[in-house]
Structures are given as structure tokens and as C-alpha cells.
């Protein structure tokens, strides 16, 4: 995988205001906020997408991020939030390195806004979609 500012964060050549590091996961503030205490958090492991992490790396950032998300939110005051993480350039990723945003939700015109086109559940296609899924995991 080509290198990313991700990476060179992770080793110490670029500055970031860190706020939590293991032997596997690192989470700092991100440059571009969205609201106050926009944090990242990222596995050491250098790959894009989520489905590409090893289940060691996933589980070492699932054990983190509740923790993460409960000092963010006390840190800023706010009980609100939302975790977003983009794979693929139409999915809004532009940072090639995996990465979960924690977006704190202080208020309607700040945070994440989302676009939300639902759809009714078909319900045909859906046990096709689930018996497809179903096989592949
Ligand atoms: P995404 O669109 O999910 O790939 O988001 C990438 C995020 O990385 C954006 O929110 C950027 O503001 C953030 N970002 C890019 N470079 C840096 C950096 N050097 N330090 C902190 N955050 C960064």
C-alpha cells in the first residue's frame, strides 16, 4: 500500500496533538474539525480499508474506541455523537489509511451532517442480499 501522512504520523515525522497511543492503535485531534474535539483513531497497521484489517487490529481498535469516545465527550461537554469511517474515494475517504472518525454533536449546524436516502426494504431482496452475504462470510 503506498505510504500516507497517516504513517508518518504514526512515526513521529509529522506533529499531532495525540491523545492516546498502544502498541497498535493511535488517536489524535484532526486537523480539519468538524466540531471541537474531532478525534481520529487509527491502527498501526498500514492498510486502507476496514476489511482489510486484521481481526488483531480490529478488536485492539474496538477496545479503545468506547474509552476514547467517553473522555472526548467529556472533554468537550457534549453527549452527542457520531463514529464514521470512509472506505473508497466515493465513500469520502481521502486519506488512504483506515481510520474512525469520533465527531462530537454539539448542536444541529455543527458535527457531521448526513445524507440519508432510505429506501423501503424489499423484502425479496433482502433474504437474496442476506443469503449472498451469509455465504461469503
Ligand atoms: P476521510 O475523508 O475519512 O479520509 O478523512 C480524512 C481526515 O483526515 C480529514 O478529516 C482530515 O482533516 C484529516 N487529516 C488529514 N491530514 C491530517 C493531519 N496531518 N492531522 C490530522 N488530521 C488530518
Redesign the pocket.
Known amino acids: 500500500m503506498a505510504e500516507t ?2 504513517s ?2 504514526i512515526r513521529g515525522e ?4 495525540k491523545l492516546y497511543e498502544d502498541d497498535q492503535v493511535l488517536a ?7 466540531s471541537p474535539g ?1 478525534t ?1 483513531v487509527i491502527p498501526k497497521q498500514a492498510v486502507a480499508r476496514v476489511d482489510e484489517l486484521t481481526d488483531d487490529s480490529a478488536a485492539a481498535i474496538g477496545r479503545v474506541l468506547p474509552r476514547l469516545c467517553r473522555a472526548v465527550m467529556k472533554a468537550v461537554g457534549c453527549e452527542d455523537y457520531n463514529i ?3 472506505n473508497g474515494a466515493p465513500a ?5 489509511h483506515v ?1 474512525f ?1 469520533i465527531i462530537p454533536k454539539p448542536g444541529p449546524d455543527e458535527g457531521l451532517g448526513i445524507g440519508w436516502p432510505a429506501q423501503q426494504l424489499d423484502n425479496d431482496a433482502a433474504k437474496d442480499v442476506a443469503e449472498r452475504i451469509r455465504s461469503h462470510l
Open positions: 501522512i497517516f508518518k504520523i509529522i506533529p499531532c496533538h489524535f485531534l484532526d486537523i480539519n474539525p468538524l474531532h481520529l464514521l469511517q470512509n469520502h475517504q481521502a486519506v488512504f481510520h472518525h
